[in-house]
């Protein structure tokens, strides 16, 4: 198995660009997580999906922070307009189910820097 | 609401030598316990998890943890640390039971040290 794959890898941007990042779970995973890793605010989980339906986005900072998952296979976390506070690294997770004590698998990472 | 707590940003050891990291969690009720590591550019993968029986746990490349429901610690050890061992270690917890948001800890630095 290939593992989540995430694009793109790294991502500079200017203040008040569109980002979007990518994410394709673990083939037969139903659950998907969005998280940001920062120095000053560690892993923070942003939001969750149990079988492409959104359950847990109370992680999502702010409007301009949206994520979507049309189907089993792809989901994408989109910033509208970015800040330069948004720069963290974006890592995305699957499991295949929530809950449970299972395992997290994760991706390897979307580095974001905005200018 | 659980949390978890780790002591130690970082902590430098010398080939060979044995190390532990500690965890320590808050939860009124039952959880899951688990340890992940980070190289570096990666992202997390798991070591280890406690979620029922035993209170050992041996997890991936010789580590081992032990769960300590008393104490509310699940310390992660291994008895001879290697160079490869460098990385970010994170524990995290969650609740029993449904649907639960798994709780990081601030993770800890392993340096190992030549």
């Known amino acids: 198995d290939a593992g989540v794959i995430q694009s793109p890898r790294h991502e500079v941007t200017e203040m008040g660009q569109e980002v979007t990042l990518r994410c394709k779970p673990i083939?037969?995973?139903?659950?998907l997580f969005w998280y940001r890793q920062t120095m000053m605010r560690g892993l923070e989980l942003l939001i969750y999906?149990?079988?492409?339906?959104?359950?847990?986005d109370s992680g999502m900072p702010e409007d301009r922070f949206s994520a979507k998952m049309p189907n089993a296979s792809f989901s994408t976390l989109k910033i509208q307009p970015s800040e330069p506070r948004d720069s963290a690294v974006y890592f995305c997770?699957?499991?295949?189910?929530?809950?449970?004590?299972?395992?997290?698998?994760f991706g390897p990472g979307t580095r974001l820097l905005v200018l | 609401a659980q949390s978890v707590t780790q002591l130690d940003s970082q902590v430098p050891v010398f080939e060979e030598a044995p190390v532990e990291l500690r965890c320590n969690y808050s939860?009124?009720?039952?959880?899951?316990l688990f340890w992940y590591v980070q190289y570096p550019n990666q992202g997390l993968q798991l070591l280890l998890k406690?979620?029922?029986?035993?209170?050992l746990v041996k997890g991936i490349n010789g580590f081992e943890a032990e769960f300590n429901k008393s104490q509310t610690s699940f310390h992660l050890r291994k008895p001879s640390v290697h160079i490869s061992d460098t990385a970010e270690y994170f524990c995290?917890?969650?609740?029993?039971?449904?649907?639960?948001?798994?709780?990081f800890g601030t993770g800890t630095k392993l340096q190992v040290i030549p």
């Open positions: 939860s009124s009720v039952s959880v899951y």
């Open positions: 997770a699957s499991s295949s189910r929530a809950g449970g004590g299972e395992t997290q698998y």
């Open positions: 999906f149990n079988n492409n339906v959104p359950i847990d």
């Open positions: 083939s037969g995973h139903n659950s």
């Open positions: 406690y979620l029922s029986g035993s209170t």
């Open positions: 995290a917890v969650t609740l029993v039971g449904g649907y639960q948001k798994v709780t």
